[in-house]
Nanobody, 124 residues
Framework: QVQLIESGGGLVQAGDSLRLSCAASGRSFSSYAVGWFRQAPGKEREFVAAISWNGGNTYYEASMKGRFTISRDNAKSTGYLQMNSLKPEDTAVYYC?????????????????WGQGTQVTVSA
């Protein structure tokens, strides 16, 4: 079992930056890939970014690449999502998730554990 807790969300203005954290407890965090997803009101959950178990591979949704950076620190059992140049359309609840898979990381169905989410609100 892996428990995930997100933090770092908040209310910011367009153009600002935020860094989300995903703290893991339980066992073998370093065995899991970590993904970030988001869900805006009235919309389906969408893929944001993912990172392999050792950080060697990263994946981004096309519209976020260049603004968002995913990383992890296995020694601290924590994943991160650095978000720069935030836009109002980035407003959503952001979730981190852990997957035992090394492929299919853009699909929520391949994640085994989820956090409770953290709200990010970007004002114009």
């Amino acid at each position: 079992q892996v428990q995930l807790i997100e933090s770092g969300g908040g209310l910011v203005q367009a153009g600002d930056s935020l860094r989300l954290s995903c703290a893991a407890s339980g066992r073998s965090f370093s065995s899991y890939a970590v993904g970030w997803f988001r869900q805006a009101p009235g919309k389906e959950r969408e893929f944001v970014a993912a990172i392999s178990w050792n950080g060697g591979n990263t994946y981004y949704e096309a519209s976020m690449k260049g603004r968002f950076t995913i990383s992890r620190d296995n020694a601290k059992s924590t994943g991160y999502l650095q978000m720069n140049s935030l836009k109002p359309e980035d407003t959503a609840v952001y979730y981190c998730a852990a997957s035992i898979y090394s492929d299919y990381l853009r699909s929520a169905q391949f994640y085994d554990y989820w956090g409770q989410g953290t709200q990010v609100t970007v004002s114009a």
